[in-house]
Nanobody, 125 residues
Framework: QVQLVESGGDSVQPGGSLRLSCAVS????????MGWFRQAPGKQREGVAG???????TYVDSVKGRFTISQANAKNTLYLQMDSLKPEDTAMYYC???????????????????WGQGTQVTVSS
């Protein structure tokens, strides 16, 4: 199993920044792609960003240049730095792991293999 615990969600004004963190533990072989997806009320999940086991990073087009994904602590901590936030970024954000490649799950509505409980990000003036 893979365990994922997110933190860092908050309410911010448009143009603001947040950094989400995720503590990761469990079966390494099951988390070839580590990343984040989001889901807003009434909308499908959307893979936002991911890092493959070889370090390849993938972003959905809508966050390129604004969000930065990174890892630390021997890949047991995952971050999502979110800058220039927009109201349309408002959603529950989930830290997630998948046994496949990030290019498959990021930018799609596909279900990841494992995810945490989520952390709410609200962007509003």
């Amino acid at each position: 199993q893979v365990q994922l615990v997110e933190s860092g969600g908050d309410s911010v004004q448009p143009g603001g920044s947040l950094r989400l963190s995720c503590a990761v533990s469990g079966d390494t072989y099951k988390r070839l792609c580590m990343g984040w997806f989001r889901q807003a009320p009434g909308k499908q999940r959307e893979g936002v960003a991911g890092i493959d086991s070889d370090g390849t990073i993938t972003y959905v087009d809508s966050v390129k240049g604004r969000f930065t994904i990174s890892q630390a602590n021997a890949k047991n901590t995952l971050y999502l730095q979110m800058d220039s936030l927009k109201p349309e970024d408002t959603a529950m954000y989930y830290c997630a792991a998948d046994s496949g490649l990030c290019v498959v799950v990021v930018g799609s509505h596909f279900e990841w293999d494992h995810w945490g409980q989520g952390t709410q990000v609200t962007v509003s003036s």
